[in-house]
């Protein structure tokens, strides 16, 4: 599988690497990446290359990405170009008009990309009291709750669980579940 992760600086997008990394370790695959952190310290674009299998190159190149994980709308935008035909692609929205562009939704549909909106800071705000610093674990269950082909649910709560801290374990179970649900759902 060929993840390209993508957000801003202090989403939690190299957590999220880390989990994927743990999941493909786990199954016994061979795991490569590679991260670009730009401006992260200062709110700029953060964007991570994950691979599990036999790959030799760290770099996702244009078209060949399984998943897009989006934890901004924006920048899962700007980078729908690392996806092949038939990806699919996981993005946290906060405007879903944006979707409604003609241009976007053709480009979508001619490379037949499956798209999952998941309104993260709304969820949070309700479940969480609005603590956005779990927002990479519920994108990360909503990947799971996708039928994507991406990790399952029982793999990812087993990474979750073992990389996180212990004061941060049972927030971050209770937003695995709400981010695969809510995926699942439509919502």
Sequence with gaps: MRYV????GGQG????????GKISLDRGETVIGSEVHGMAQRGGSVISHFKSGDYKSPLVMTGEADILLAFDQNE???NLHFLRKKGAFVVNV???SAFENESLKAFLNERGISVHFLEGYNLLKE???GNFLFLNVLLMGAMCGA??????????????KELSPSKFQDANMKVLSIGAESVRSGN
């Excluded at 994507?148 to 979750?160: H, K, L, T």
């Design 127 to 129: 479940h969480m009291g």
């Design 13 to 20: 997008i190299l957590f999220a690497s880390r989990v994927l």
């Design 147 to 160: 039928p994507i082909g991406g990790p399952s649910f029982e793999e990812a709560s087993r990474a979750v």
């Design 94 to 96: 906060h405007d879903r």
């Design 5 to 8: 992760i993508v957000g801003i």
């Design 76 to 78: 899962g935008i700007r």
